[in-house]
């Protein structure tokens, strides 16, 4: 039998490496954050795929799924960026499909017994992933506006149509205001993963314990469990939202960086 | 021992943000609940400023909360 111990919530998130690997002084162990999302890439590949393997006029479920999909991410750039913002479609969409599928694959239940190094891992849940994924949306932003505007990118710190005495304060709002868009990406999709599976824990915690104290409290476990069971449903629904809103910020960041001269 | 204390009520104090940005969504979903039942038609059309505000108004009550993680893991 597995121990009733109540795990440390903190637990899920550590990284274990699993096959230890050095590039003279740099670490590059294969840990359980890189074995999921090597999971997770390979899962999309194999969906996508699979969906595109056989393709029909009338799809069937899985071709339905994609095209499901496909058709989401390119309205939400339609409507967000316009016509112009095509070519930023396959980054958008692995965006998309890979934050959505590294948080759902977060949420399913470890097999008990498992060493710790095969624990279900949320790589989203560790502000260095999200961090490198927001770089990488404002990196693009940054130097596709300059190249696409020129020094007209910089308008977007100075809107038009402003009285010229406003410029002294709304000029270094922009700036702040742009310089915080990769930290507030990063940190929300962070805070959101980790936060939610604290409580998870948190709550299969206290069933745990309550087990073990025995007698009437053992009937009370299944109020927390309960609660669990919520949670994960909350959870669901979190990891498809901040998937959905990451594209979407990145979708607005784009535009910008198209239209920075029309400001 | 007091610089413990004084930790934990730190952390506390830091997750008062939550309180915010529960207003925040309050309003957020609560007036585009209004507008929307006042003109369904233009409802879907906004749904995507709707979640733009949400996400930026929870992202007050996460910085409070990774405040208070960061005090309480003492990762500075």
Known sequence: ???????????????????????????????????????????????????????????????SLAEVLYEFVSNLLRDTVGSEGRKFFPYVFTLFLWILVANFFGLIPSLPGLPHELHTFTTTSHLAVTLALAMLTITIVIIYGFWKNGLGFLKLFAPSGVPPLMYILLVPIELVSFLSRPLSLAIRLFANMFAGHIILKLFAGFVGSLLAAGGALTLIGIVPFLGAIAVTALEFLVAALQAYVFAVLTCIYLNDAVHAADH | MEVDAAKLIGAGLATIPLAGAGVGLGLIFGNFLTGAFRNPSAAAANQTTMLLGFALTEFTGLLGFTISILILLEIF
């Open chain 1, 1 to 63: 039998m597995y121990s009733l111990r109540a795990a440390d919530p903190m637990e899920q998130f550590e990284i274990v490496p699993i096959v230890n690997l050095s590039l003279g002084s740099i670490d590059i162990s294969l840990t359980n954050s890189a074995l999921w999302m090597v999971i997770g890439t390979g899962a999309i590949i194999l969906f996508f795929f699979a969906a595109t393997r056989r393709t029909a006029l009338i799809p069937g479920r899985t071709q």
